[in-house]
């Protein structure tokens, strides 16, 4: 999401310059502290050479709470405004763990500025869980590039052609993709013919290994982790897109799908089933259920009307929805919300369709 965000503004003439800081890094937990008082020095150094306007702070869960509260911290040091944007699919149970999680939560959305999440039930639990001020909460759902501008609109698969599945994620239990391997096993054994192309990093060997003990290694193509790039021409290329997952935010692999008109089988979580309606601009099927991703599959496979809504309702939805353009416009207003002195304190806000307050010239955006 922040390299698109960036590559967004960067095409934009109006848009605000963006310098990008990892506190993680890619390197090993042992030497991640050191990394992020690297990074928490030069952010310092920056604010302080009013560098900056604002502190964009993307924040996940479990450890990245608390690096995260390290920026807001610094931010607070030179009253610098910060927007914390959720991104953790898995918070509500991070937040859930205990007395520390619940603290650090807390603390984080009362000392941001604005808080960015990714849907109606985020912003939801944020207010009457979390404790947020419901002023400083905003709804924005994720964006994309239309990677799909130049396709024609796709039709089904010819009867009898061999179906080109495509998984895009981190191979884990939380992506399903146990499931997804399971369902591969009865598609298998109900005749149909298909062929998998597995793209992503995780347990990548676990998971050939269970491929194999199913018997249906030979279906299964695992090519790792892919670039961005090679990302996109999957997605062109392939017939139907399997996102599984038990918990989700709002993935960007299916608004990517859903721009080049690829039909969607994913699972009701996060802020899927607030954007996708099933049957209509994608199926939606039970978690942990490998009976009903197969039968989704053969449904895609044997029904060629069902298969052209699909795509067809999410390219259009899509388009009204979830183009990245719009999104950043929406990002720069947020900026101006921010920047705004009375933006937050206010309850009777300008609304944000109507704001005026010049942009800052030079927000961050941090990347997990």
Not at 174 to 201: P, Q, S, W, Y
Not at 303 to 332: K, M, N, T, W
Request: hydrophobic residues 40%.
């Amino acid at each position: 999401m922040t390299g698109y965000i960036v590559d967004c503004f960067r095409r934009t003439p109006s848009a605000p310059e963006t310098i990008v800081l990892d506190t993680r890094g890619d390197g090993s937990a042992a030497a991640s502290p050191v990394y992020l008082m690297r990074t928490l020095a030069r952010l310092a150094g920056l604010l302080a050479r009013g560098k900056a306007s604002v502190v964009h702070i993307n924040v996940s869960e479990n450890g990245s709470f608390w690096r995260k509260a390290a920026v807001q911290v610094i931010a607070d040091l030179f009253s610098c405004p910060t927007v914390v944007h959720l991104h953790g699919a898995t918070f509500v149970e991070y937040f859930n763990k205990g007395p520390m999680a619940r603290a650090i939560s807390r603390w984080l959305f009362d000392h941001c500025g604005l808080a960015i999440v990714l849907g109606e039930s985020w912003r939801t639990f944020l207010v009457q869980s979390v404790g947020t001020d419901p002023h400083k909460v905003r709804v924005l759902y994720n964006a994309v590039p239309d990677i799909g501008a130049d396709l024609p609109p796709r039709e089904a698969p010819p009867e009898g052609a061999v179906l080109s599945l495509l998984v895009l994620a981190n191979l884990s239990e939380r992506k399903g993709i146990g499931t997804m391997l399971r369902a591969c096993r009865l598609m298998k054994d109900e005749g149909l013919m298909f062929r998998v192309t597995i793209g992503g990093g995780g347990d990548v060997d676990g998971y050939r290994r269970m491929a194999e003990e199913l018997g249906v290694a030979e279906e299964c193509d695992f090519r790792g982790w892919v670039s961005r790039e090679e990302a996109h021409g999957h997605i062109r290329s392939h017939d139907i897109l399997l996102l599984p997952s038990t918990h989700e935010g709002l993935p960007m692999v299916i608004l990517e799908a859903l721009s080049a008109g690829l039909p969607v089988i994913t699972t009701p979580v996060g802020s899927i089933p607030e954007v996708l309606t099933d049957a209509e601009t994608a199926r939606i099927i039970p978690v942990n259920d490998p009976g009903a991703l197969a039968q989704a599959v053969t449904d895609l496979a044997r029904h060629p009307a069902l298969y052209a809504r699909l795509s067809a309702e999410g390219r259009r939805l899509f388009l009204e929805r979830f183009v990245i353009d719009a999104y950043g416009r929406s990002l720069q207003e947020l900026y101006s919300e921010l920047d705004s002195a009375d933006a937050v304190r206010l309850p009777q806000r300008t609304p944000l369709s109507d704001t005026t307050a010049p942009k800052p010239s030079l927000p961050r955006v941090g990347r997990q």
